[in-house]
């Protein structure tokens, strides 16, 4: 697929570190470090360098804890950068973070931001106050949006009455609805049985034919093999692949190998340095 | 005007509370009538307590019943610190909208809901059985503006105290710290009962801005000479107030996205 050769997401010795206050081992030592505390440094993402073009889709794989949620927390200008640099839409975030969040959409697998005591509807008339979007531009949007993730007979639903797979779509429907150039998604499959994960994954496709750029972080290895042009797969906060499915899987010995054995192997491999 | 939609969205979740909404009106009813009874008892044989009549102080403690769900409403914003915690914190942030508006706003439509479904009925009733008497259109005008400024005080007093506790990660000494401002704030007695110490602090401190002032104006407790000088400074202690929590949340931010919360 083409793409538009202008970078949207440039990330250049991205590092984050977070300070972490040390417990104890004993009454004493507790005692102490109340008084006086004491820190260790972790480096959630450590000198990390991409770059993401206008359309592109990536999926962004890690353990847990690898740095994938801190990563789009950058991106998103959620947090500052302990060093390097990072730019969105030629912006850096978290000095912008409102022009930015106008052209960003988020979505996290694990927290919904529909309205929880009101129907469906509501949260879309709020978002769409919210980002200025034009009535007419509402409308098509929530129309098409209805048709493609068949949201449309939720509409009057109160959002707490809706079972996990329902709010995964009407949560996913909210972050397309301002036409974000990019968005991220963080493990939006999880907890969904099969064949909501189908659906989801189709929507990803379609949007990701429309021209959105996707930031797709997952456990779920299949999410990416499907959606993903790219991967990127993080450990210990170092990047420690980056190309495409079939690089990859050239790499961790033929193209039948299936990506879960690729990427266990890499993991097993950077492990023992 | 975006943040009139977060008002909006807040009024009409009020609907979808019915259980809560008639154990307020209940609540709202019995605390009204143990006021009325409390006070008659307190004034049995006598005419003046502290300088005020039975009447000045029915109807402070009266009104102060029915704007009191009005003037609850914001301490909402005491929740940001729990939504920094559990990282709820984040959808906000990657919103085009500022949080500390979006609170307030929400607050009102609270407030809002609260006043029209219990605050409104409460006073119309009161009103028909001859309970509370209205002021005049002059004095209500200036109670609803005091009354707004009351809000817009507490909203900042809750929201500043939301993001201490952010930085304490516990919320429980902020709910002592609420029960002196409610004392001080004149919400259970009119200052005029407290000690001349107490009295002294309290009229140099922002909380009587936050139910003092309103309610005596409704109740005539401010004479004609000092309404105008209360509606001054609690207007500078709005202003005061805003301002020093919009500086508190831009620290806040600011060690948020450095420190990472």
Redesign the interface.
Known sequence: MPYDASPVIVASNLS?Y??VRLDGENLKDRIKRFIKPQYRVVKALDGVSFSISQGESVGYIGLNGAGKSTTI?LL?????PTAGTVTVNGLEP?RH???T??R?G?M?GQ?T?L?W??PVH?SF??LG????IKPDVFKANVKRLQDVLDIGPLWHT?ARMLSLGQKTRCDLALTFLHDPSVVFLDEPTIGLDVLARERIRDFINEEKRRGVTIFLASHDLDDLEIVADRVMLIHHGKLLFDGTQDQLRQLAGGPLVNLEETVKRFYREAELG | MKYLMYARSEFIRGFRYRANYWATVISAVALAVIQWYLWHAAYTDKDLIAGLSLDQVLAYTLIGRVAAGFLTAPTAALRIGSRVRTGAIVHDMVKPVDLHTQLLWQGLGRAGFSFVATGLPLLLAMAALGVLEIPSPGRLLLFLISLLMAYVTMFSTSFLSGVFTFYTKTAVGVDYVYTVVSLLSGEFLPLEFFPAWLRTAADYLPFKSMHYIPMAIWSGIAGPGEVVPSLISQCLWTLGMVAVSKMAWSGALKSLTVQGG
């Open positions: 984050r977070f300070r927390k998103c200008g959620v947090l500052v978290y973070r409102t022009a969040a106008r960003i988020l996290m927290r931001q309205l005591d009101l509501e008339n709020l106050k919210i980002y200025d109160p």
